[in-house]
């Protein structure tokens, strides 16, 4: 019989847009990974918002970019002053934040997402986006709210 090795750590990616719900999903994922290994992976999608009138960029998209880097960074900070043992990979993208998350998770262990219960009526308990990732995510998806909300 052969030996077998231990299966190699599959990320747990976790979106990160700013709200609280998405510092909690980060902070779950850390301690997570403070007990399993997994690699951490905080996701930041952008997108720059145009004029509907004139259908322009009201901000140039660089500087969109930027506050999206700036954020992020600031995000992982004070989750990694708490917990400052476990490394956490950054990655800022542009698009769609439902289908950047699916797909930067597309051969994850996990995906972690906040929600904030925003949106239309079928996501009266899920946000748009978190609703998204739960029917199109090939991993596993775990959705935490952040407490702040009543329905």
Do not use: F
């Amino acid at each position: 019989m052969a030996a077998t090795s231990p299966a190699e750590p599959k990320a747990t990616v976790v979106g990160v847009d700013g709200s609280s719900a998405s510092q909690h999903a980060l902070e779950w994922a850390v301690r997570r990974s403070a007990v399993t290994n997994d690699p951490v992976i905080a996701v930041r999608a952008w997108q720059a918002p145009t004029d509907y009138a004139t259908g322009g960029l009201l901000v140039p998209e660089a500087e969109w970019e930027t506050a999206a880097i700036e954020a992020m960074a600031a995000t992982v900070a004070e989750v990694h002053a708490a917990y400052p043992a476990v490394p956490v990979q950054q990655r800022v993208v542009k698009g769609d934040p439902a289908q950047v998350l699916v797909q930067e998770a597309a051969n994850a262990g996990l995906l972690v997402v906040g929600s904030r219960s925003r949106g239309e009526l079928r996501s009266v308990l899920l946000g748009s986006v978190s609703w998204k990732c739960v029917h199109s995510a090939r991993c596993p998806v775990l959705v935490i709210r952040d407490g702040t909300q009543t329905i």
